[in-house]
């Protein structure tokens, strides 16, 4: 069965930082394209960054790029976002997709808060 589980969300005050993981079981973790995604209240999910499987290819979403990394441990099967200079507008649920031959899986999501 495959399995996706997001960590790392929390509330963290605007300019500050959080590192997001998504520990991946239930299949073969380097063989998989991986994403993240975001949905604020009441809007839409959006696309934030994906990884090649090996890691070496990386894109980001306009709004994100110069202030988040996705990276990936494919020893430890685990997927990253590390969110610098975060603004109240990354408020939003964060969920890892994986793309396994042509199906997308879904992590639960984990909540991020950007407040004062």
């Known amino acids: 069965e495959v399995q996706l589980v997001e960590s790392g969300g929390g509330l963290v005050q605007p300019g500050g930082s959080l590192r997001l993981s998504c520990a991946a079981s239930?299949?073969?973790?380097?063989?998989?394209?991986m994403s993240w995604y975001r949905q604020a209240l009441e809007k839409g999910r959006e696309w934030v960054a994906a990884?090649?499987?090996?890691?070496?290819?990386?894109n980001y979403a306009d709004s994100v790029k110069g202030r988040f990394t996705i990276s990936r441990d494919n020893a430890k099967n685990t997927l990253y976002l590390q969110m610098n200079s975060l603004k109240p507008e990354d408020t939003a649920v964060y969920y890892c997709?994986?793309?396994?031959?042509?199906?997308?899986?879904w992590g639960q999501g984990t909540q991020v808060t950007v407040s004062s």
């Open positions: 997709k994986a793309l396994i031959s042509t199906d997308n899986y």
């Open positions: 239930g299949f073969t973790f380097s063989t998989s394209a």
């Open positions: 990884i090649s499987r090996a890691g070496g290819i990386t």
